[in-house]
């Protein structure tokens, strides 16, 4: 177990929300980081704090990583679901249901897979660029596949963009995101908070074809 679990796990443990809050980020982003789930014990601290009322998309999103948060999660997405969260403190507030959602899709929910991947379409800039914010979370195949269509998804986001810059899409975002996931090793030096060319657009889409950047 890493320092930042320990350290992570004492303070999930404290019995203040923002302490727990922080250390679930802190728990999550390790995660998402490094590929490794987070240890058992995280569940039962995640799990206590969900029952005393603390609601953070990190904490929704760690329960995705063990097969018992299934209840938990079910119950937030039906009491809590219109609530919002926030990835990080400068993100858009989006619908807690779409992180209990996706963590029910990690744990392997074929009915949550395809309300994400049914309703995709019809989600605002704000929830596609939250799962954008934690590909690294998805594991499924077909939810990836269907998230790689935000390659051409030109909707304009305020995320990333530095003052005077052009304005950012939700396919640049998408194409970072899978840059970094999958590892691959695209012609040109990523620009962030830029946009892309059409051709970048389409070589990143070309790497992702099966068999070339998975």
């Known amino acids: 177990m890493s320092n930042q679990f320990t350290s992570g796990l004492r303070a999930l443990q404290s019995g203040s929300f923002d302490d727990a809050s922080r250390a679930a980020d802190a728990i999550l982003k390790e995660s998402l980081e490094s590929g490794t789930a987070p240890v058992a014990p995280v569940y039962d601290a995640v799990a206590t704090c969900v029952e005393r009322g603390f609601r953070s998309a990190s904490l929704v999103l ?78 499924s195949p077909q939810l990836l596949s269907a998230l790689a269509a935000l390659l051409a998804d030109v909707s304009e986001i305020p995320e990333g963009v530095p003052s005077g810059a052009q304005q950012r899409r939700v396919c640049d975002h998408a194409l970072e995101a899978f840059v970094h996931r999958n590892r691959l090793a695209p012609s040109f030096v990523l620009e962030p908070g830029g946009q892309y060319s059409v051709a970048q657009l389409a070589e990143v889409r070309e790497l992702l074809a099966p068999g070339k950047g998975r």
């Open 62 to 139: 760690l329960l995705g990583y063990f097969d018992q948060g299934k209840r938990l999660l079910q119950q937030l997405s039906n009491d809590f679901g219109n609530e919002t969260v926030k990835i990080e403190s400068s993100s858009r507030p989006v619908e807690l249901r779409l992180a209990a959602t996706l963590a029910l899709a990690r744990i392997g929910d074929p009915g949550a897979e395809k309300t994400i991947t049914d309703g995709l379409t019809k989600m605002d800039s704000a929830h596609r660029v939250f799962m954008l914010d934690v590909l690294p979370y998805v594991q």
